[in-house]
């Protein structure tokens, strides 16, 4: 995954804020326990630390007013209900030493269990009669039970002091998350755009010169190459755009560069037949049968120059569009290669050319429309017969290369190409310098030839020395 491509950078950034929001629901996860904790604290500890001081304090009231009530009255109920104070006193002060958290709290509650003990005997043996010194014992009662009382208000305000501190606490640590959720969403939202604005211009401003440039190549006018700093996708499909567009442009060169050569070509013979016409209409060469007869091989023989020209830009045109898609079959290079040494050997012999043919029978077929491949061959044997003076000779050779190809070579000892024209000859109306007085030809074969094997998945090459004659050679996929 390159960072600089769509693909990676938007990752990037999602997985940035992925990253910014896991982090913040664990800080809001984390904050939301310890508020729980606080909650906790203070509902379990602080309120029933208040609620039981508040029983603490009337339980001890009540066993100091029935303890009173028995002492003037011997009244059997008084005491039973100053027993039942004491019961529910003794019960909370025990609840209480559970609930009791925290060193304040700790302190001030074994000062109070320490009174309240104190107290309760004291309570306990004066109203069983063991104590005879009733106002002396009441004195102290008194003074006990005003400190006992002290003590438990004193416990009292210290839990509700720190449980109103501890609400304070977690509402201010409410208002901080509350506030930095909003701070981090606003954030959030704000680096999002920022990021989407930023991706969304390094992709759409490169796109947008990409469609003028298209706009300018569907008007006819074609750009210059560009580039572009982009993602590298979008890179990429720009430097697609710049190989188009030197193709188009290759083609439209090629296609005026077509349009003259075809104009030249057929104005040429057409110019002499009309020329040789318009004279022997005129009866310049009436009484000179040898001169007419000279006139009407001139119009015969650029006849046929020009339905070779037609024909071969017909071909020619033919496997540019493409019209006549190629029929592939596995077939025997050998076999078309002896076919054609057949088909042209009335030419072989008249010029006393020996033609060799160096075949293995056990070659493997090739993939190939039959016909075409025959076509391409026809026109490498053609031009070594045709720049192969008499007495010459034609070495034909197909052998296995490679991992899967055949190369076929067609060799001569003719005139072979001069070093300036052997880069161009595959190239339309390409003709060599030393060919075009005495040979007739239009200068497509070799074109045609590289098309079709082209278009096979092979290669075509020549290798030749002027005076020492030339080699062709081409490589064809074998079949499956
Ligand atoms: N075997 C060869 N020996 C020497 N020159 C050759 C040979 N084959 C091709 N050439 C050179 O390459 C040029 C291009 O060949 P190509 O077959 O394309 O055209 P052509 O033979 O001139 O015309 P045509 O279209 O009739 O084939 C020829 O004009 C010739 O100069
Ligand atoms: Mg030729």
């Given at each position: ?46 309120l ?16 100091n ?41 700790s ?144 083609s439209?060169?090629q296609?005026?560069?077509?349009v ?23 009866g ?38 493409n ?21 042209t050997e ?39 017969l ?21 190369l ?17 000859i595959?190239?339309?109306y ?19 030839a ?31």
């Amino acid at each position: 995954m390159k960072l600089t491509g769509i693909f990676g950078r938007l990752a990037l950034t999602n997985l940035i804020l992925l990253v910014l929001i896991s982090y913040f629901i664990i800080y809001v996860f984390h904050k939301t326990e310890q508020i729980n904790t606080i909650l906790h604290e203070v509902t379990s500890v602080h309120l029933p630390v208040m609620g039981d001081s508040e029983k603490l304090i009337s339980a001890v009231q009540r066993m100091n007013e029935f303890r009173l009530k028995y002492q003037v009255t011997g009244d059997r109920d008084f005491f039973d209900r100053f027993a039942g104070f004491k019961s529910e006193a003794d019960s909370v002060n025990g609840r209480l030493a559970e609930v009791v958290m925290g060193k304040s709290k700790s302190d001030i509650y074994d000062r109070v269990n320490e009174l309240y003990t104190a107290f309760s005997e004291m309570s306990e043996s004066q109203i069983n009669g063991r104590e005879h010194n009733y106002a002396e014992t009441n004195r102290q009662l008194e003074d006990v039970s005003f400190k006992l009382d002290e003590h438990i208000n004193l416990l009292k305000n210290t839990a509700d002091s720190e449980w109103r501190s501890l609400l304070e606490r977690s509402n201010r640590m409410v208002g901080k998350v509350v506030h930095k959720s909003v701070l981090f969403m606003v954030s959030c939202i704000v680096g999002a755009a920022a990021v989407a604005f930023f991706n969304t211009r390094t992709i759409a401003r490169p796109l947008r010169k990409l469609g003028e440039k298209t706009n300018e190549v569907a008007a006819g006018i074609f750009p210059d190459r560009f580039s572009l700093e982009a993602p590298y996708e979008i890179e990429r499909l720009a430097s697609d755009f710049n190989i188009m567009i030197a193709r188009l442009k290759e083609s439209r060169e090629q296609k005026e560069e077509f349009v003259s050569n075809v104009s030249h070509e057929l104005k040429t013979p057409l110019s002499s037949i009309k020329e040789a016409a318009q004279m022997l209409k005129e009866g310049a060469f009436d009484n000179d049968p040898e001169s007419s007869r000279r006139l009407l091989d001139i119009i015969d023989a650029e006849s046929e120059r020009l339905i070779a020209s037609v024909n071969g830009i017909i071909e020619i045109s033919r496997l540019d569009i493409n019209d006549a898609p190629y029929e592939m079959k596995p077939c025997s290079v050998g076999r078309i290669l002896r076919n054609i040494v057949t088909k042209t050997e009335p030419i072989a012999s008249g010029k006393k050319i020996a033609v060799v043919c160096d075949i293995p029978d056990d070659l493997p077929d090739v993939s190939a429309d039959r016909e075409m491949i025959s076509r391409a061959a026809e026109n490498l044997i053609g031009n070594a017969l045709k720049y192969t003076p008499e007495k010459g000779e034609i070495n034909i050779s197909v052998k296995k290369t490679g991992e899967r190809l055949l190369l076929v070579s067609v060799k001569d000892n003719g005139r072979g190409i001069a070093e300036a024209d052997l880069p161009h000859i595959f190239e339309r109306y390409r003709r060599g310098r030393n060919q075009q007085g005495d040979v007739k030809g239009t200068g497509l074969g070799l074109a045609i030839a590289k098309k079709i094997i082209s278009r096979h998945g092979g290669e075509i090459w020549a290798n030749s020395r002027p005076g020492e004659g030339s080699e062709f050679l081409f490589t064809l996929p074998l079949s499956f």
